[in-house]
């Protein structure tokens, strides 16, 4: 298994605070990028990683290590702040910085010249980090979740365990618009630039996305975050949040739209629309308030139907309530 391949990487995941800064991809973890993609961005993060055949449209500035495959094209500099790693036939436009160790593999282009503090060796190198990622990657997937976090906490090195930004192989990734046919998850507190096209996607609270939403199969926007385009889905079901926002139109195959969620478009489902409603717990029917603050007192008949009514609902209510809606005609 190796990055060149269709695992471990089988999903566009998007760490939370992730951010989009002008022309960079700023992210607070590692980056891991499948073979054969593009990114139009440049990389800011703590390990960097990218497999064969990748193009970075901008500069690579990795915290610690930094790993190029063979056939990559760095379209600007590339600055490392511990080892880095260059396979046969890399292209690096700009300069490239090292603060440790290199490694470079036969045929490397640095057109701008290179500058490592540390041993320089020619060879094709395979990286520690990336070995650690290998076996990191096998142990989730047959479900050893101790020992994975037990060498995560090891590779952390004391620091705060963060979870990297994964780029599945394949991928196009630019300001216009993050292709990838995989499915796609979006953390929490994120800011990103470009219309998101995946198998399904999901996106977590108070992020906000310039840009539409499109998937194959389901989409979830999370709680208070703002999505500034359409949410489209061919079939699957479409879920929005309390307190998230839509700018643009809705068009599902089912729809979901929680109490306090605002959809500046219309709203279109093939199938069932529902809306979700939060009960209140402080929601009482006992009395009014005047406006001079006394307790108003209605009738005893009044007042004995509606104490009826309400232990004969005690029973059936849940927390939330869901109101089906008629799916719009001309979507239909």
């Not at 060149?4 to 800064?21: H, K, Q």
């Not at 073979?35 to 990748?54: D, K, P």
């Not at 436009?93 to 036969?106: E, F, H, P, Q």
């Not at 609270?205 to 840009?211: C, I, S």
């Amino acid at each position: 298994m190796s990055l060149r391949g269709d695992g471990p990487i089988e999903e566009l995941a998007v760490p939370s605070g992730t951010t989009v800064e002008e022309h960079d991809l700023v992210v607070d973890g590692d980056v891991l990028v499948g073979g054969q993609s593009t990114v139009e961005f440049g990389l800011r993060g703590r390990n960097v990683a990218i497999g064969e055949r990748v193009r970075v449209g901008s500069d690579i500035e990795a915290e610690g290590d930094c790993r190029l495959d063979t056939w990559c094209t760095v379209d600007g500099n590339v600055l490392v702040g511990e080892d880095a790693y260059l396979g046969e036939r890399v292209t690096v436009t700009g300069r490239l910085m090292v603060s440790g160790d290199l490694d470079i593999g036969d045929d490397v282009s640095i057109e701008e010249g290179f500058e490592a503090n540390g041993w320089i060796v020619i060879r094709n190198p395979v990286p520690t980090i990336v070995f650690y990622f290998i076996v990191l990657s096998q142990l989730l997937r047959v479900g050893e979740t101790d020992a994975a976090d037990e060498l995560a906490e090891a590779l952390a090195d004391g620091d705060d365990v963060r979870d990297p930004l994964l780029v599945p192989r394949g991928a196009e990734i630019s300001d216009d618009a993050w292709r990838v046919s995989t499915p796609a998850t979006v953390g929490d507190d994120c800011r990103l630039h470009g219309n998101l096209r995946a198998e399904s996607v999901r996106v977590g609270e108070r992020n906000e996305v310039f840009g539409s939403l499109r998937a194959r199969e389901g989409i979830t926007v999370g709680a208070d975050t703002v999505i500034h385009g359409d949410v489209t889905t061919r079939g699957g079901t479409v879920t929005i949040e309390a307190g998230a926002r839509v700018l643009g139109d809705v068009s599902a195959g089912d729809l979901v739209v929680h109490d306090g969620a605002e959809i500046d478009g219309a709203l279109r489902a093939r199938g069932e629309m529902r809306l979700v409603q939060e009960l209140r717990d402080d929601a009482t029917d006992d009395g009014a308030i005047d406006d001079n603050g006394a307790a108003t007192e209605r009738d005893e008949a009044s007042a004995e139907d509606d104490a009826a009514s309400d232990e004969s609902e005690d029973d059936s209510q849940s927390e939330t309530r869901e109101t089906p809606v008629d799916p719009d005609p001309e979507a239909t």
